[in-house]
């Protein structure tokens, strides 16, 4: 199908609004839009970071989750206590694929689930006494853990127990940082604003641990990853980019990160901030107090690879400069080989996103290498600066969606007819029903690394095993099903 002008997505647009009663309709409305690349700024076609309309399925998640699941979660060497019922400490676990190297229970925790597992007695008397004691345990069964992380859970904040007091005693106990995280699920619009807290808790718990010390050696060449997360593998393929150009990676936020990495990161030159969403918070406080700069990079696919890595060497000498160079030519006979390859299958295909953090303008780059297109995207829990960046990305006339419902998503998806989705778990085989080849874009669908150059190789095998896969031909899309056959199977029901 041919890609649609600006009045027909705009019609479309207006087509899908319809159903909704009119407050919701103006309210969503906010949400959608075409895009328009000659704007500076976002919030002139469309609104984020608000709440979710009632009455609808929205994809989003909690504070807890953008806390716990994203920022503090894949710190291996700490414990994080999921503070309240058993049952969201149970999700949040292990499900992102944040690879690391260790041995589990015995140094690194990632993948383990630790609960205060609240119960009725707990809501009427208050758990600050249960926490106390459960740290006490930790330290006695896990006694190689370097910190421990108190994640509050919706009933924390509702019956008010006194987290920082509990840290602050168990910090003497132990001996070992205890940061008290006021994640509670209700607070806010999305797990954006958990972000922003864990942000703050490294802030106000972890940073200054190390401030006045200088036992550590540093170099003019130090750096600090933030915002890489490490699924399947993410971290280790970026870092590998890095060290070959000549810098030294002093720390990693969160994959396969350590708390002596977080406190150390106040000593380095540059910050790399990968995912802005989940991050920008703490790259700003360290900016202002420790006057280190930051800058926002791409290793998706090797257009976008190349361009941050000679971003990145020009805040350095030459000695970097030339070693950014030298990392692009080495893997250029890769790339190359991956691009000729894959391209040739994927040419023209067209693509419609729907991710969080970082993903719906970074994998653009990607997927244009391979000579598809981009033709709708959107944020789950995106702020107004997100989509800023985004829209230089975008063509014009491509659809733009915010928090995007269930049942928009669908139509949107009926109408443009794309030869791929990517998006999350909760989408992913409602539209395989649909007949539309998919991938699950927040955790690789249990594949990666995506990030670097080794990763666009995984990247381009992934999605040309996906929209290539033979077993798309056996199903019936609904929009392909000629009226002869929709009577046929009427008739037979």
Known sequence: MAALTREETEALIQEVLEVYPEQARKDRAKHLAVNDQSLEKSNKCITSNRKSQPGVMTIRGCAYAGSKGVVWGPIKDMIHISHGPVGCGQYSRAGRRNYYVGTTGVNTFGTMNFTSDFQEKDIVFGGDKKLAKIMLEIEELFPLHKGI????????????DDIEAVAKKANK???KPVVPVRCEGFRGVSQSLGHHIA?????????????????FPTTPYDVAVIGDYNIGGDAWASRTLLEEMGLRVVAQWSGDGTIAEMEKTPKVKLNL?????????????????????????????????????????????ETIQAGAERVIAKYQAEYDAVIAKYKPRLQGKR?????????PRHVIGAYEDLGMEVVGT?????????????????????LIYDDVTGYEFEEFVKKVQPDLIGSGIK????FQKMGIPFRQMHSWDYSGPYHGYDGFAIFARDMDMTLNNPCWKQVKVPWKTDESTKVAVAASA
Request: charged letters at 30%; aromatic letters at 12%; glycine letters at 10%.
């Open 378 to 398: 959107g944020y789950e829990f995106g702020h107004n600066d997100d989509y800023d960046r985004t829209i230089k990305e975008m063509g014009n006339a491509t």
């Open 427 to 430: 989408e992913k085989y409602i």
């Open 173 to 175: 106990e132990i001996g």
């Open 351 to 359: 693509v419609m996103l729907y991710v969080g953090g970082l993903r």
């Open 199 to 215: 942000n703050d808790a490294i802030r106000d718990w972890v940073l200054e641990n190390r401030d006045g010390d200088e036992s």
């Open 149 to 160: 992380s108190i994640q509050s859970e919706c009933p924390i904040g509702l019956i008010g």
């Open 273 to 317: 901030i990968h995912c802005y969403r989940s991050m920008n918070y703490i790259a700003r406080h360290m900016e202002e107090k420790y006057k280190i700069p930051w800058i926002e990079y791409n290793f998706f696919g090797p257009t976008k690879i190349a361009e941050s890595l000679r971003k990145i060497a020009a805040l350095f000498d």
